[in-house]
């Protein structure tokens, strides 16, 4: 009963996030700050308490980390780029449902984490993963952001969530910048799995499908900044790019998790 009620506390910690950006007159105020916070906090001391000093990366586990990260990392994004924080009406909701697949899921198999890799690169390892895909999950948003807004502006029809949403520019500037953050921390997180796939095996990639994932999702990315950098691609032409590559690195980090922890046990 007791971790029944904190899993549905770090959920509910999730709700006024997904209120606030629907205010008449929305603003970056300090509601908005303490909204944000409590959404960060709910899951992260939920995942706490679950691993109590062991990191034991089940599935729900998984889901609670990628809410809060990509929380965090959409918070520093609302602080430094101009009008980032107009996607909270987008994010938040997803990170509810995400969450609520995380609750059903609470009872799967959660086993501790044994590689035989310096603790260092571990921990390393995780971070960078992890912070990696709250980048490429605000990105994707954005991304997703433009889409609707350029939908609206063809049919001329504004909807209540567009009009809470930033401007297709802003947008697109906005995915661009994660992108580009998130692809350089994405080579660091390929370059530490190497050591630590290194460290146990004595070679330095093998190819199972959380690599090769990863890998495809890298190179997607890449050829997206490649594409922009040099013609200018964008719009539903880089929705597409940025959707596939968020889509690859899902199945490669929660989609594995959930293969192995969930169908498989």
């Not at 520019?169 to 910048?177: I, K």
């Amino acid at each position: 009963m007791h971790d029944t009620l904190f899993n549905l506390s770090a959920l509910l910690a999730l709700v006024p996030a997904c209120v606030v950006g629907w205010r008449r007159q929305p603003a970056l105020d300090v509601l908005y700050w303490l909204v944000l916070a409590v959404g960060v906090a709910g899951p992260l001391a939920w995942v706490v308490v679950q691993d109590a000093g062991a990191w034991r990366p089940g599935f729900s586990t998984t889901l609670w980390v990628i809410i809060a990260a990509s929380l965090a990392v959409f918070a520093a994004a609302a602080a430094r780029l101009p009008q980032a924080w107009r996607l909270l009406p987008l994010l938040a909701p997803y990170l509810l449902i995400v969450g609520g697949l995380a609750t059903i899921w609470y009872h799967a198999p959660k086993a501790a984490l044994t590689t035989v890799a310096p603790t260092a690169w571990v921990h390393a390892h995780i971070l960078v993963s992890v912070v990696t895909y709250g980048l490429l999950t605000v990105a994707a948003v954005a991304e997703l952001a433009a889409f609707f807004q350029e939908r609206a502006l063809k049919r001329k029809r504004p909807t209540a969530l567009t009009r809470r949403l930033p401007a297709v520019a802003d947008c697109e500037a906005l995915a661009v910048r994660l992108l580009v953050i998130g692809e350089i921390i994405l080579a660091l997180g390929l370059m530490t799995g190497m050591a630590m796939q290194y460290a146990e095996s004595g070679a330095l990639l093998t190819f199972d499908h959380k690599t090769v994932l990863t890998v495809a999702a890298f190179l997607v990315i890449g050829i997206l900044l490649v594409a922009h950098f040099r013609s200018g691609v964008r719009g539903r032409v880089a929705a597409r790019f940025v959707l596939v590559a968020y889509l690859l690195l899902t199945l490669g980090y929660p989609g594995v998790k959930f293969v192995t922890d969930v169908l498989m046990a």
